[in-house]
Nanobody
Framework: QVQLVESGGGLVQAGGSLRLSCAAS????????MGWFRQAPGKEREFVAD????????YYADSVKGRFTISRDNAQNTVHLQMNSLTPEDTAVYYC????????????????WGQGTQVTVSS
């Protein structure tokens, strides 16, 4: 069993930056691929980024490529999402997720979800 707790959300002006963190409990954290998803009001939850268990490979949605960076620290059981050049379109609840592989995460085959953290970008 893995519990995921996100933090770091908040209100930021357009063009600003935020760093989200996801803290995981459990000794098996390093065996999971990790990802970030987001859900804006009235929209479906969408994939944002993922990272392999080792951190050696990452993948991003086109909408965030070049602006967001996902990273992980297996010694600290954490995964981060650095978000730069934020726009109002990035406003959403951001969720951390754990899965068997990045490909399965993108197919919404998620083992564990966090509770989400709100990101609001003002224009």
């Amino acid at each position: 069993q893995v519990q995921l707790v996100e933090s770091g959300g908040g209100l930021v002006q357009a063009g600003g930056s935020l760093r989200l963190s996801c803290a995981a409990s459990g000794r098996t954290f390093s065996s999971y691929a990790m990802g970030w998803f987001r859900q804006a009001p009235g929209k479906e939850r969408e994939f944002v980024a993922d990272i392999t268990w080792s951190g050696g490979s990452t993948y991003y949605a086109d909408s965030v490529k070049g602006r967001f960076t996902i990273s992980r620290d297996n010694a600290q059981n954490t995964v981060h999402l650095q978000m730069n050049s934020l726009t109002p379109e990035d406003t959403a609840v951001y969720y951390c997720a754990a899965g068997a592989s990045p490909r399965l995460l993108r197919l919404r085959e998620v083992f564990y979800w966090g509770q989400g953290t709100q990101v609001t970008v003002s224009s």
